[in-house]
């Protein structure tokens, strides 16, 4: 079993920048793709970005291509996701996941473990 918790989330200005942050416990995280999605009022989760755990291929959606960047430290049991240049349409509460494998993060029904969400707040 996985657990995932998400931390960093808040207000922020159009053009600004934040950091999301989730740690995990349980095994063989290092053996995990990680990814983010979101998910904003009325609309259905979606996917933001995912790692993978062999070679830390990123790849992302492409509303947020070269505005975020995801990260992992596998000897943190950790995940980031940089997020810049922020935009009112980025306002979510945005969901750690992980996933046996790298097409497992890239759509909300196939994810293996799910954390509870933190929200984002993008004033214009």
């Known amino acids: 079993q996985v657990q995932l918790v998400e931390s960093g989330g808040g207000l922020v200005q159009a053009g600004g920048s934040l950091r999301l942050s989730c740690a995990a416990s349980?095994?063989?995280?290092?053996?995990?793709?990680m990814g983010w999605f979101r998910q904003a009022p009325g609309k259905e989760r979606e996917f933001v970005a995912v790692?993978?755990?062999?070679?830390?291929?990123?790849y992302y959606a492409d509303s947020v291509e070269g505005r975020f960047t995801i990260s992992r430290d596998n000897a943190k049991n950790t995940v980031d996701l940089q997020m810049n240049s922020l935009k009112p349409e980025d306002t979510a509460v945005y969901y750690c996941?992980?996933?046996?494998?790298?097409?497992?993060?890239?759509?909300?029904?196939?994810?293996?473990?799910w954390g509870k969400g933190t929200l984002v707040t993008v004033s214009s």
């Open positions: 996941a992980a996933g046996r494998a790298v097409v497992v993060v890239l759509t909300p029904v196939a994810v293996n473990y």
């Open positions: 349980g095994r063989n995280f290092s053996r995990l793709a």
């Open positions: 790692i993978a755990w062999s070679d830390s291929s990123t």
